[in-house]
């Protein structure tokens, strides 16, 4: 399992996306129309789509109107917010790794279907599972979450809800087999040092950039980083770079606000 930093291109931003990035950002409460069609133009949104987009989540509660024209977040926005802005405790996710493993038995699933079958893998890999054996997939037992309370978060993005967890205190395998090397370390570090990279070149390149030019960047290079930290399997120091990695989330958060900077003058103009 290997984790890559790909950055985001402008093409790849929907409407919903953006809407609901714009509405997530902390210390904000309301948009107007007007400046949410003008943000969609710096993607190449159709002021139709971002208008569809802004009427479909206000009827899922998502968006509410505060008067006419200007939008807030709507009554079911709170977790997502949260969710949104959690990639920030990322790394005090973790505990010390005491050498266990915590392993999902999956072979009584079935693989007949496929959408159960793909929200199953996905759930997994976003939780930092690897596939060890057929019908068993692990990571290491360093998580801060108990085992039951990992199982209600896995059955609640997709896991099925017959699936068994164990906690692997022992284990006795031929030599060749090493649960370790399920995660590439070299491919863990290669993408938090691209983060790092993108940030860095993209504060130097936003003082050439005008103002729009500006904010597209730092949403596109901002929302890249977020996908990596969230994707991360949250590896113990033995096995993943715990310390640069909690490098790249600092320095998310730091991106972040000279982001918003870049925001905040976009809707001054």
């Known amino acids: 399992m290997s984790l890559q930093f790909n ?9 919903r996306t953006l809407v609901l990035s714009l509405m997530s950002v902390r210390g904000r409460r309301a948009h107007g129309l007007a400046y949410l069609t003008r943000a969609g133009a710096l993607f190449g949104l159709e002021p139709t789509a971002i208008r569809m987009a802004v009427t479909r989540l206000a009827r899922d509660g998502m968006l509410e109107s505060v008067e006419r024209g200007v939008y807030a977040p709507g009554p079911k926005a709170a977790a997502l917010t949260a969710e949104i802005s959690d990639w920030r405790t990322a790394p005090d996710r973790t505990r010390a790794w005491e050498g266990g493993w ?115 960047e730092t949403l596109l290079v901002g929302q890249s980083v977020i ?35 870049c925001w905040d003058a976009f809707s001054r103009l």
């Open 102 to 216: 915590t392993g999902v038995l999956t072979n009584h699933l079935g693989r007949t279907d496929r959408k159960d079958l793909n929200a199953r893998m996905r759930a997994l890999r976003l939780f930092g599972f690897a596939q060890a054996e057929t019908g068993l997939w692990v990571r290491p037992d360093n998580l801060r979450l108990s085992l039951g309370e990992l199982r209600a978060t896995l059955t609640g993005i997709g896991l099925q809800d017959d699936a068994l967890l164990v906690k692997i205190t022992e284990t006795a395998m031929p030599a060749s087999v090493n649960w370790r090397d399920l995660w590439s370390t070299d491919d863990l570090k290669t993408a938090y040092r691209a983060a790092i990279r993108a940030m860095d070149a993209s504060r130097e390149s936003a003082a050439r950039m005008s103002v729009d030019e500006a904010a597209r």
């Open 7 to 15: 950055l985001i291109s402008p093409e790849a931003v929907s409407a």
């Open 227 to 261: 996908r990596t930290i969230n994707l991360d399997p949250l590896l113990p120091e033995e096995i993943g770079d715990a310390d640069l990695f909690r490098q790249m989330v600092s320095g998310m958060d730091s991106y972040d606000r000279f982001g918003r900077a």
